[in-house]
């Protein structure tokens, strides 16, 4: 099983600054097969990028993920009000597909 | 508009069993495979298990291998997980989600809750 570890657990940013969060595979992850999810308070995930740096449909351009083999990185280049979520990254290429434990993106 | 709604969920006791569905609108369904994710409250997302585009592949997670069963039906646009043997730890919100663009969950239902609790 691919563990994937993200770090750190909880990131404290105000808005208007730039979030950088990892996430770490335990073995390689094609790029093809990392993606990375936001998720709100009381509502399902949304898929914000795919293919470990594509972003998927309506997902503005401050989100970008970048990596590959073991490493990957989303950046939330300015953070607005709506940005302070839980991010999840997925690999989805390996059985079983797993999901990190998160990262906290909240108000400072 | 394309939508994911999941239903079946409820307070069950141990060692009881539920039958979770979600309904597909809005595209192909019989075109994708689909997966449940589950989440225990204040948790993180958890992978259950994954069906093909016509439900003969099937995957699990290992903790709920031999308990719950994926299914689907195509003519119906409905997505099934039978959960059987319930546990405490098997309390929490059920989602389940499109593989779709390049092979990532880009749809997601609401999600269903199910409480395990005697």
């Known amino acids: 099983e691919i563990v994937l570890t993200q770090s750190p657990g909880t990131l404290s940013l105000s808005p208007g600054e730039r979030a950088t969060l990892s996430c770490r595979a335990s073995q390689s992850v094609s790029s093809s097969n990392l993606a990375w999810y936001q998720q709100k308070p009381g509502q399902a995930p949304r898929l914000l990028i795919y293919?470990?740096?594509s972003r998927a449909t309506a997902i503005p351009d401050r989100f970008n993920g970048s990596g590959s083999g073991t490493d990957f990185t989303l950046i939330i280049s300015r953070l607005e009000p709506e940005d302070f979520a839980v991010y999840y990254c997925q690999q989805h290429g390996s059985a079983p597909r797993t999901f990190g434990q998160g990262t906290k993106v909240e108000i400072k | 508009e394309v939508q994911l709604v999941e239903s079946g969920g409820g307070l069950v006791q141990p060692g009881g069993s539920l039958r979770l569905s979600c309904a597909a609108s809005?595209?192909?369904?019989?075109?994708?495979?689909m997966h449940w994710v589950r989440q225990a409250p204040g948790k993180g997302l958890v992978w259950v298990s994954l069906i093909n585009n016509d439900g003969n592949y099937k995957i699990y997670a290992d903790s709920v291998k031999g308990r719950f069963t994926i299914s689907r039906d195509n003519a119906k646009n409905t997505l099934y997980l039978q959960i059987n043997s319930l546990r405490g730890e098997d309390t929490a919100r059920y989602y389940c989600a499109r593989k779709g663009i390049a092979n990532a969950l880009d749809i997601w239902g609401q999600g269903t809750m199910v409480t395990v609790s005697s």
């Open positions: 293919g470990a740096s």
């Open positions: 809005g595209f192909t369904f019989s075109g994708y495979g």
